[in-house]
């Protein structure tokens, strides 16, 4: 579990491919010490279980290994060495709840469709998969990239969000542009409450 804020903008070592999908090494500032092997730490929005760790020259690294559906639904088919990653450590009892609850379940791609740079703010508009668009409301919360943000207008597939500047200069989305597809999970809450009603029309 989640909160969508991003503590650490991580950067790809190395990308290997192995039998059950793909190896990435990410260095970090999270001291490794304090990360245990078989822990969660949403990379770019999906949820990873470090299988290694380790300290050297470069600084703090660990490792995550992408199976075959996370490499179908995510990003994480197209990364590279070189490549910053979005990083939080899994929710603690007790830690403050900054963002929206992320389970770290990415149901698909959203795509960039409108980018407009204002001085105090930057506009995104995106293309959300057509089975997901349903569960994104107006002044609802999503996650993109592993970023909780805010939803600010809705139409069909298609929604947006605002990003002021101290969210650009701690995650990737100053670097993400028109035609970018983006991790997008939405709010567990409106899976839930769809689902009861899809029951209750069944009942």
Same mark, same amino acid.
């Given at each position: 579990?989640?909160?969508?804020?991003?503590?650490?903008?991580?950067?790809?070592?190395?990308?290997?491919?192995?039998?059950?999908?793909?190896?990435?090494?990410?260095?970090?500032?999270?001291?490794? $010490?304090?990360? $245990?092997?078989?822990?969660?730490?949403?990379?770019?929005?999906?949820?990873?279980?470090?299988?290694?760790?380790?300290?050297?020259?470069?600084?703090?690294?660990?490792?995550?290994?992408?199976?075959?559906?996370?490499?179908?639904?995510?990003?994480?088919?197209?990364?590279?060495?070189?490549?910053?990653?979005?990083?939080?450590?899994?929710?603690?009892?007790?830690?403050?709840?900054?963002?929206?609850?992320?389970?770290?379940?990415?149901?698909?791609?959203?795509?960039?469709?409108?980018?407009?740079?204002?001085? $105090?703010?930057?506009?995104?508009?995106?293309?959300?998969?057509?089975?997901?668009?349903?569960?994104?409301?107006?002044?609802?919360?999503?996650?993109?990239?592993?970023?909780?943000?805010?939803?600010?207008?809705?139409?069909?597939?298609?929604?947006?969000?605002?990003?002021?500047?101290?969210?650009?200069?701690?995650?990737?989305?100053?670097?993400?542009?028109?035609?970018?597809?983006?991790?997008?999970?939405?709010?567990?809450?409106?899976?839930?409450?769809?689902?009861?009603?899809?029951?209750?029309?069944?009942?």
């Amino acid at each position: 579990m989640f909160t969508g804020i991003v503590t650490d903008l991580g950067t790809i070592l190395s990308v290997t491919d192995i039998p059950a999908g793909k190896r990435t090494r990410i260095a970090t500032v999270y001291d490794v $010490d304090t990360i $245990d092997i078989g822990a969660s730490i949403a990379c770019g929005g999906p949820c990873h279980t470090v299988t290694a760790k380790g300290r050297d020259e470069t600084g703090n690294w660990f490792e995550v290994e992408s199976g075959a559906e996370t490499l179908r639904l995510t990003t994480a088919v197209d990364w590279k060495a070189g490549q910053k990653l979005n990083l939080e450590r899994s929710l603690s009892l007790g830690t403050e709840l900054g963002g929206h609850l992320v389970l770290g379940h990415v149901d698909g791609l959203a795509r960039i469709v409108e980018r407009r740079d204002h001085p $105090d703010t930057v506009y995104f508009r995106f293309d959300a998969p057509r089975a997901f668009a349903p569960f994104i409301a107006r002044k609802g919360s999503v996650a993109l990239d592993g970023t909780s943000l805010t939803v600010n207008e809705v139409e069909g597939t298609e929604f947006s969000v605002f990003l002021i500047p101290h969210t650009l200069a701690v995650t990737t989305w100053a670097e993400r542009q028109v035609g970018d597809n983006v991790n997008l999970e939405v709010d567990m809450m409106a899976r839930y409450a769809a689902r009861l009603a899809e029951f209750r029309e069944q009942a």
